[in-house]
Antibody, heavy 119, light 107 residues
Framework: QITLKESGPTLVKPTQTLTLTCTFS??????????VGWIRQPPGKALEWLTL???????RYSPSLKSRLTITKDTSKNQVVLTMTNMDPVDTATYYC???????????WGQGTVVTVSS | DIQMTQSPSSVSASVGDRVTITCQAS??????LAWYQQKPGKAPKLLIY???SLQSGVPSRFSGSGSGTDFTLTISSLQPEDFATYYC?????????FGPGTKVDIK
């Protein structure tokens, strides 16, 4: 059974760097074909894909946020870490990590973590 | 980037109704399309992948169809637990993109 859970600060100040950790179980991110992505959702708005990392360390980023995002993995800890620099109030959202299947969809999602950007 | 649009943006329906939601991609995505259901305060749940494949554990009243640029999600007989917001997502190319959502509420 695959599970994922996001952790990190609930409140960050403008210009600060956000670091979120996705801790997962039920699969290995060193196994061929596996991937974990980050998706966010501002309050009352639609889902927005941010980034994805594959088992072979291939990384993909949203072009609009690429300069601010970094995704890394620690296969020994079963964790994926998202870093987003220069946070702004418009980045206030629920941030989800999710397991990506080979057919491109995200089949299992974490519960999400709410991040508020405010001074 | 591939833009995804959905219609309608909201629909009011009754239990037992047949509901159809459409999703259109700005360019062809073959069958690389997924549908998700999201209830308030909850994470999205995968319903359909590769346009028409039913995710394990999802009731058979949900079905998907389409290819290229035009896709549909159909709920054959709406149940009380189906009132939610539905999103499509293209998986053809990066950046991955989601539609704006369709809210299904009680008539």
């Amino acid at each position: 059974q695959i599970t994922l859970k996001e952790s990190g600060p609930t409140l960050v100040k403008p210009t600060q760097t956000l670091t979120l950790t996705c801790t997962f179980s039920g699969f290995s991110l060193s196994s061929s074909g596996e991937g974990v992505g980050w998706i966010r959702q501002p309050p009352g708005k639609a889902l927005e894909w941010l980034t994805l990392i594959y088992w072979d360390d291939d990384k993909r980023y949203s072009p609009s946020l690429k300069s601010r995002l970094t995704i890394t993995k620690d296969t020994s800890k079963n964790q994926v870490v998202l870093t987003m620099t220069n946070m702004d109030p418009v980045d206030t959202a629920t941030y989800y990590c999710a397991h990506r299947i080979s057919d491109g969809a995200f089949n299992i999602w974490g519960q999400g973590t709410v991040v508020t950007v405010s001074s | 980037d591939i833009q995804m649009t959905q219609s309608p943006s909201s629909v009011s329906a009754s239990v037992g109704d047949r509901v159809t939601i459409t999703c259109q991609a700005s360019q062809g995505i073959s069958s690389w399309l997924a549908w998700y259901q999201q209830k308030p305060g909850k994470a999205p749940k995968l319903l359909i992948y590769t346009a028409s494949s039913l995710q394990s554990g999802v009731p058979s009243r949900f079905s998907g169809s389409g290819s290229g640029t035009d896709f549909t999600l159909t709920i054959s007989s709406l149940q009380p637990e189906d009132f939610a917001t539905y999103y499509c997502q293209q998986a053809n190319s990066f950046p991955l993109t989601f539609g704006p959502g369709t809210k299904v509420d009680i008539k």
